[in-house]
């Protein structure tokens, strides 16, 4: 499975950005799809994922109510709107997706080539 992620970049702190990943194709009736992130110095951290029906979103207690991740796996995407953004939410951010019990234990599968987010204070 290859997931391409896309839409990061620079943005001031309090602005948006939108990410947003296409998996190559599905492995099994419960994939599911995701966000990590890894800020310098840091380790990868779980920043949300939606689950294999698309429509019921889990987020990390540091992005719940300012970011919003969205699924549509009939083509295989998983959007994250990033609004109000803080630059502590720097960070290379990973687009993730595997099986519906692997997601959920924050062990994905597969990984995308991430993406940068920047934010500027």
């Known amino acids: 499975v290859q997931l391409q992620a896309s839409g990061g970049g620079l943005v001031q702190a309090g602005g948006s950005l939108r990410l947003s990943c296409v998996a190559s194709r599905r492995t099994s009736n419960t994939f599911s799809m995701g966000w990590f992130r890894q800020a310098p110095g840091k380790e990868r951290e779980f920043v949300g994922r939606?689950?294999?029906?698309?429509?019921?979103?889990y987020y990390s207690d540091s992005v719940k109510g300012r970011f919003t991740i969205s699924g549509d796996y009939a083509k295989n995407t998983v959007l994250l709107q990033m609004n109000s953004l803080k630059p502590e939410d720097t960070a290379v951010y990973y687009c993730?997706?595997?099986?519906?019990?692997?997601?959920?234990?924050?062990?994905?599968?597969?990984w995308g080539q991430g993406t940068q987010v920047t934010v500027s204070s």
């Open positions: 993730a997706a595997g099986d519906g019990s692997a997601m959920y234990r924050h062990q994905p599968n597969y």
């Open positions: 939606v689950d294999w029906t698309g429509t019921r979103p």
